[in-house]
């Protein structure tokens, strides 16, 4: 919670839960990551927070931009980035989005399979691919499964089929899982990626570059380590690996550019119980899963809750949202302390919501509008 945040939300008269994203936290994320990595390029990932004045910020700051699809593609271009300056990453793509997106002059583009290599090489001709590996997400929050990414052992194939299709194989990309709190967990990858450069160059093909991906963590409710101790810790496996023949090396945070940069102020709509004898009061707020709360799923993502009277007594209740889906409850496995004084009408504070929040409010379910977003 910034004073301006503090100060903007002081003076809104509007109903209904919005996010509100302090722009001097998203510039200095960026700096932190810049000086934490000062060889690594940043590409952010747009789909973290893809509002305007996010990308215009950070593509003044000199920022470079993973994208996922042709529309964010063209979000980024909006901002002012060149096309040199922006990543195709999703492993999943259409071939006439690819085609769409060699047009808007992209020539980067993520692979993971000898598929998605031959659409790039008919309609991209030349452009530079990665390839993902499969990274088993140990130590995430919020892991991103086996989705993307192929066995390392299949990854000097897929480059191999590249360079022969003529594109040109440019290196490996892994993702550690999403709110990594690990400082250590590139440091399985970064010995794959070694030895697929190692493997490729034995081939005849020098890979350029390793995409380090995302993971950076937004401090939540636990503290997580300094942006620092990733840097460290990532120089000292690329060194371990790598030796002195260090390769080109990008980065893609997407939480932690701009998590801890915004706050959603919500409302208590009602708080009961469900017999007498009930020990643990439920608590309603006017946005849930569907307004913008979905990293609550499985009560992954635990977000430092706030109020006016965290002065009282806290008693654990359990929190959902306002929609008539009986899945839209955010905490009820882990009950969640709130003060017992907490009545309806409270104003609550929702901290660390900068990322994957607006583009996950549904459009209008039960007619609840999506989330209102300010960034300031
Ligand atoms: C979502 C995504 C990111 C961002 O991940 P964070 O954990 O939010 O930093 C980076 N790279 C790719 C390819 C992604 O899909």
């Given at each position: 919670?910034?004073?301006?945040i503090r100060?903007?939300l002081?003076?809104?008269?509007?109903d209904?839960?919005?996010?509100?994203v302090?722009?001097?936290v998203v510039?200095?994320?960026?700096?932190?990551?810049?000086?934490?990595l000062?060889?690594?390029?940043v590409f952010y990932?747009?789909k973290?927070?893809?509002a305007?004045?996010v990308?215009?910020?950070?593509?003044?700051?000199?920022?470079?931009?993973?994208t996922?699809?042709?529309?964010?593609?063209?979000?980024?271009?909006a901002?002012?980035?060149t096309?040199d300056r922006?990543?195709?990453?999703?492993?999943?793509k259409k071939?006439?989005?690819v085609?769409?997106a060699?047009e808007l002059?992209?020539?980067l583009?993520?692979v993971?399979c000898?598929?998605?290599?031959?659409?790039?090489?008919?309609?991209?001709?030349?452009s530079?691919?990665f390839?993902?590996?499969?990274c088993?997400?140990?130590?995430?929050?919020?892991?991103?499964?086996?989705?993307?990414?192929?066995?390392p052992?299949?990854?000097?194939g897929?480059?191999?089929?590249a360079?022969r299709?003529?594109?040109?194989a440019?290196?490996?990309?892994f993702?550690?899982?999403?709110?990594?709190?690990n400082p250590?967990?590139?440091?399985?990858?970064?010995?794959?990626?070694a030895?697929?450069?190692r493997d490729?160059?034995?081939?005849?093909?020098g890979?350029?570059?390793?995409?380090?991906?995302g993971?950076?963590?937004?401090k939540?409710?636990n503290?997580?380590?300094?942006v620092?101790?990733?840097?460290?810790?990532?120089?000292?496996s690329l060194?371990?690996?790598?030796?002195?023949?260090?390769?080109?090396?990008?980065?893609e945070?997407?939480?932690?550019m701009v998590?801890?940069?915004g706050?959603?102020?919500?409302?208590?709509v009602l708080?009961?119980r469900?017999?007498a004898?009930d020990?643990?009061r439920?608590v309603?707020?006017?946005?849930?899963?569907?307004?913008?709360?979905a990293?609550?799923m499985?009560?992954?993502?635990?977000?430092?809750i706030?109020t006016?009277r965290?002065?009282?007594t806290?008693?654990?209740?359990?929190?959902?949202?306002?929609t008539?889906?009986s899945a839209?409850?955010?905490y009820?496995?882990?009950?969640?302390?709130?003060?017992?004084?907490?009545?309806?009408g409270?104003k609550?504070?929702i901290?660390?919501?900068?990322?994957?929040t607006t583009?996950?409010?549904?459009?209008?379910?039960?007619?609840?509008?999506?989330?209102?977003a300010?960034h300031?």
């Amino acid at each position: 919670m910034t004073d301006r945040i503090r100060e903007f939300l002081r003076n809104r008269r509007e109903d209904g839960p919005c996010l509100v994203v302090d722009l001097d936290v998203v510039r200095d994320n960026y700096l932190a990551f810049a000086h934490a990595l000062p060889d690594t390029r940043v590409f952010y990932a747009v789909k973290a927070n893809p509002a305007p004045e996010v990308l215009k910020l950070l593509a003044s700051l000199g920022s470079c931009f993973d994208t996922a699809s042709v529309a964010e593609i063209e979000m980024a271009l909006a901002a002012g980035a060149t096309p040199d300056r922006i990543s195709f990453g999703n492993t999943i793509k259409k071939e006439r989005d690819v085609a769409r997106a060699f047009e808007l002059g992209i020539r980067l583009y993520a692979v993971d399979c000898e598929a998605e290599v031959e659409k790039v090489a008919r309609v991209a001709p030349g452009s530079r691919v990665f390839c993902r590996i499969l990274c088993d997400g140990a130590g995430a929050e919020w892991p991103l499964s086996r989705k993307f990414g192929c066995d390392p052992s299949l990854a000097v194939g897929v480059l191999e089929h590249a360079h022969r299709l003529g594109l040109e194989a440019y290196g490996v990309s892994f993702h550690v899982g999403s709110q990594q709190r690990n400082p250590r967990a590139w440091d399985q990858a970064l010995a794959s990626a070694a030895g697929i450069f190692r493997d490729c160059a034995e081939r005849g093909i020098g890979l350029s570059m390793v995409n380090l991906g995302g993971g950076f963590p937004a401090k939540y409710l636990n503290d997580i380590p300094a942006v620092e101790a990733y840097g460290s810790s990532i120089f000292d496996s690329l060194r371990a690996h790598f030796g002195n023949a260090i390769p080109e090396t990008i980065i893609e945070p997407g939480r932690g550019m701009v998590g801890n940069a915004g706050v959603i102020e919500a409302e208590v709509v009602l708080v009961s119980r469900k017999s007498a004898d009930d020990v643990v009061r439920w608590v309603y707020l006017d946005i849930g899963k569907f307004g913008g709360l979905a990293e609550t799923m499985e009560e992954a993502i635990r977000y430092p809750i706030r109020t006016e009277r965290d002065g009282d007594t806290l008693e654990d209740c359990i929190l959902a949202g306002p929609t008539c889906d009986s899945a839209d409850v955010l905490y009820e496995k882990t009950p969640y302390p709130l003060p017992v004084s907490l009545a309806i009408g409270d104003k609550v504070l929702i901290e660390g919501a900068g990322a994957y929040t607006t583009t996950y409010a549904a459009v209008a379910f039960n007619g609840f509008p999506p989330l209102k977003a300010y960034h300031i």
